[in-house]
């Protein structure tokens, strides 16, 4: 019991150092500008705001930012880290690519691409943008799925549950025809 103690006193100790040292100008506000651009990136994401994931794009957002536990990882969630306490485990996380696939938004999953997103990047639970489109029951899906598989999606790529894209477009059967159609081309 003392030892959780001392991490909690240890905790607030050091967020209260960051607290005044970011009052006093301490902390590198290039890292606020980009933190900024990345929640705004994976807002404008799921908001299906395509010009404004442009221009935080083009304002160099990372367009691989992943989103953890409804905000992105922040100066809150190190001081936890630096006393033991991993944030990040247990949650789950997206990035604005997979929004994208999930809500079939092509020319917006086409930008971020374009931007260097990462295709097989992974979420909390193991899945990809891939699995994100192959469930989604949105028009565009499927050639969200095929844009994907183009830029490289790994076809055979499995959840923390074991599940691939292929086994959960089977309730979809555009989808499904649009993964087995990228299985084809490979």
């Keep these: ?17 960051l607290i005044i040292g970011g009052a006093m100008g301490w902390t590198g506000y290039t890292h606020r500008q980009q ?5 705004g990136l994976i807002d ?3 908001r299906n705001d395509l010009p404004k994931v442009v221009a935080l794009l083009a ?10 536990n409804k905000k992105p990882y922040s100066w ?5 880290q630096m006393v033991g306490i991993d944030p990040r485990a247990g949650e789950g996380g997206h990035t604005a690519l997979m929004l994208a696939a999930q809500d079939g938004q092509l020319p917006l999953a086409k930008a971020l691409i374009d ?16 699995h994100w489109a192959a469930r989604s029951t949105k028009p565009d899906s499927g050639a969200i799925i095929l844009l ?5 999606a790994d076809l055979k790529a ?17 989808n499904l025809e649009a993964l087995q159609q990228a299985v084809k081309g490979k």
């Design 115 to 130: 931007s260097g997103a990462n295709v097989n990047m992974r979420d909390g639970e193991g899945s990809t943008a891939l």
């Design 148 to 152: 994907l598989a183009a830029n490289r």
């Design 76 to 80: 809150q969630d190190f001081c936890k």
């Design 44 to 46: 404008a994401a799921a």
């Design 1 to 17: 019991m003392a030892g959780n103690s001392n991490k909690s006193q240890a905790y607030g100790l050091f967020c209260l150092l």
């Design 59 to 68: 304002e160099g957002a990372n367009p691989n930012a992943m989103w953890r």
């Design 158 to 174: 499995k959840s923390m549950d074991g599940k691939t894209a292929v086994d959960l477009a089977a309730r979809n059967p555009k």
């Design 35 to 39: 933190d900024v651009r990345n929640t």
